[in-house]
């Protein structure tokens, strides 16, 4: 089946740049899209690229998408305290019709 | 606009009762999405509806989960008995299916069977 793979953990210092990786295997994906769960609550919806972009900007963040390593990341700048939480990866597989989500990346922001 | 509604936003009950979890998507949106999230195995789809039809119920895990879609704005996700394994927190989420797919998720259902 379609496979989208992520980092567990990431630890970063508050006011650095954090960035969040995600591959895919699933070529036909046409819509790729990166959630963010705080503790407790639902997944909120962060951005979304579409397959024939390279790279969005929105604000703080920057999603990048490499289509023939199949590669997609997010990069956070000025990162706060605010920003721990867990980053999840999310690909639309046209073959299936559905969401893939990545198992998530637990960031963790220090002082 | 309201988001995704979902209830009861926690439930605690005894391994054999009936569970049935329900969900409000948003207004407008034709296609709603049933999750399970767990540590172990994190977010797994159970089943989508469109237009109200099931359309893939494959990540049903068995017979005890049932789900009903009877209008465009109400769904319910019933286990029947329930086990301690189905201790977990339940998300619904919904779109237009369309728009760029993009799913707007309840805030949950965190279960706990005893």
């Known amino acids: 089946g379609e496979d989208v793979e992520q980092s567990l953990f990431l630890s970063v210092r508050e006011g650095d740049s954090s960035v969040i990786n995600c591959t895919y295997t699933?070529?036909?994906?046409?819509?790729l899209y990166w959630y963010k769960q705080e503790p407790g609550a639902g997944l909120q919806l962060l951005t979304y690229i579409f397959s024939n972009m390279d790279m969005k900007q929105d604000q703080r963040l920057t999603v990048l998408l490499n289509k023939k390593d199949k590669h997609l990341s997010l990069r956070i700048a000025d990162t706060q305290t605010g920003d721990s939480a867990i980053y999840f990866c999310a690909v639309f597989s046209g073959g299936y019709n559905k969401l893939i989500f990545g198992a998530g990346t637990r960031l963790a922001v220090h002082p | 606009d309201a988001g995704v509604i979902q209830s009861p936003r926690h439930e605690v009950t005894e391994m054999g009762q009936e569970v049935t979890l329900r969900c409000k998507p948003i207004?407008?949106?034709?296609?709603l999405f049933w999750y399970r999230q767990t540590m172990m195995r994190g977010l797994e789809l159970l089943i989508y509806f469109n237009n109200n039809v099931p359309i893939d119920d494959s990540g049903m895990p068995e017979d005890r989960f049932s789900a009903k879609m009877p209008n465009a704005s109400f769904s319910t996700l019933k286990i029947q008995p329930s086990e301690p394994r189905d201790s977990a927190v339940y998300f619904c989420?919904?779109?237009?299916?369309?728009?760029?797919?993009?799913?707007?998720f309840g805030p949950g259902t965190r279960l706990l069977v005893l």
């Open positions: 989420a919904s779109t237009f299916s369309g728009d760029q797919e993009t799913q707007y």
């Open positions: 207004s407008g949106h034709n296609s």
């Open positions: 699933d070529s036909s994906s046409t819509y």
